[in-house]
């Protein structure tokens, strides 16, 4: 059977490209990890709130190492877009930001993101959020961006807010998380959506 509908993004827009960095106001900016960022992403998961919320797991230094070199390899497939958040000044990483699950031919992403707790509480994943978006919409040409999370994390939920993604409805009993089934909020922006 012949699909009458034309992907979205046409194949290769990603696996062509270098995955660039975003320069964010106050210093910051969104870069690709590095395997000398590994230590970074051990030290994450054993941050109490990035556990409960994201679900990481532990991982050692070597399992860290991995963990980046599939994020660059799920770029050159065309399956992710994931960077490190951090200030210009030091370089080392204060959290990650991405777009997981991307469907190109249908064009829609969901946001993956967590921060440090030096990161937290200054609006920069606000910030990372809304430059995300931009790079989705204006670079690469998705339709629809998604951001879900448990209605018990209202840090999240501030952050899809302020980034200009509306509360579309709650999804009973969604994920597993360490201390139960959590029902969750979905939030989307669609490509003509005002910008926040």
Not at 33 to 46: I, M, N, P
Not at 133 to 146: D, I, P, T
Request: proline content about 7%; glycine content about 8%.
């Amino acid at each position: 059977m012949i699909d009458p509908t034309a992907p979205v993004v046409l194949p290769g827009r990603m696996a062509r490209a270098r995955q660039t960095a975003l320069e964010l106001p106050d210093d910051i900016r969104l870069r690709p990890w590095r395997e000398s960022d590994a230590h970074v992403l051990v030290r994450s998961c054993l941050d109490p709130d990035i556990q409960h919320w994201n679900r990481p797991g532990q991982v050692d230094i070597d399992a860290a190492r991995e963990k980046i070199a599939r994020w660059e390899r799920r770029w050159h497939t065309e399956e992710a877009a994931v960077w490190a958040i951090a200030p210009t000044g030091d370089d080392v990483p204060l959290g990650l930001i991405g777009l997981a699950d991307l469907d190109l031919r249908g064009g829609s992403g969901e946001f993956v993101y967590w921060l440090l707790p030096a990161g937290r509480g200054h609006g920069v994943m606000v910030t990372a959020t809304r430059a995300v978006s931009r790079w989705a919409f204006a670079w690469l040409g998705l339709h629809r961006l998604r951001i879900t999370h448990s209605v018990a994390n209202t840090a999240s939920c501030h952050v899809a807010t302020r980034a200009g993604f509306p509360l579309e409805g709650t999804m009973r009993s969604a994920l597993l998380h360490a201390d139960g089934w959590h029902d969750e909020h979905l939030h989307a922006r669609v490509q003509d959506d005002p910008e926040p």
